[in-house]
């Protein structure tokens, strides 16, 4: 289970939509391996397939990071049931490192999605996992937290990105 590369903010792959996965075969199943010691070694919360480079609609959440197996949460084609409410609680991306922002998502969600085996499983969220499902899920559709910024937060932080990305991301 090898530990792949994060793409950075710039990175093409961010920006736009993620494609459904058709069949949950071994391929889904390394993929999923893959991302879930490529969270823990980082270390994060969240993980979407296309912070590794795949344009798959795949995600892992961990809130425990490796500490309680029963946390941990792999999704293939996760979508939205509910959303409701408002919490506001600062975010980091390992996509964007160094950088952190107050986007607002819904205070409760419900997604649905398949396991490895290809079952349906349905998650209802609060607080931190509510805020993490709506993270990994913007990746799928090719937004991230800086996105969800207030227009002035944003345009000042994009800007910011904007000039890491041309210096190539050297610290």
């Not at 893959?34 to 397939?49: E, H, K, W």
């Not at 506001?88 to 649905?112: D, H, I, M, Q, W």
């Not at 800086?146 to 227009?151: A, E, G, K, T, Y």
Request: proline share 8%.
């Amino acid at each position: 289970m090898p530990i792949r590369p994060i793409v950075k903010y710039g990175d093409p792959v961010l920006h736009g939509p993620a494609e459904p996965v058709e069949e949950i075969d071994d391929s889904i199943r390394t993929l999923l391996d893959d991302m879930v010691q490529t969270m823990y070694a980082a270390p994060g919360v969240g993980l979407a397939a296309p912070q590794i480079g795949v344009p798959l609609r795949v995600i892992v959440i961990d809130l425990s990071v490796g500490e309680d197996p029963s946390q941990l949460i792999q999704l293939v084609n996760p979508e939205f049931l509910e959303r409701d409410g408002e919490q506001s609680e600062e975010e980091g991306c390992l996509s964007v490192p160094g950088y952190g922002g107050t986007p607002t998502r819904p205070a409760r969600v419900k997604v649905k999605g398949l396991d490895l085996d290809g079952n349906e499983q349905t998650y209802e969220a609060t607080e931190l996992l509510a805020r993490a499902f709506c993270h990994e899920l913007d990746h799928l559709d090719g937004l991230l937290f800086v996105d969800r910024l207030s227009p002035l937060k944003r345009d000042l932080m994009k800007r910011r990105l904007r000039k890491r990305v041309r210096e190539g991301w050297e610290k």
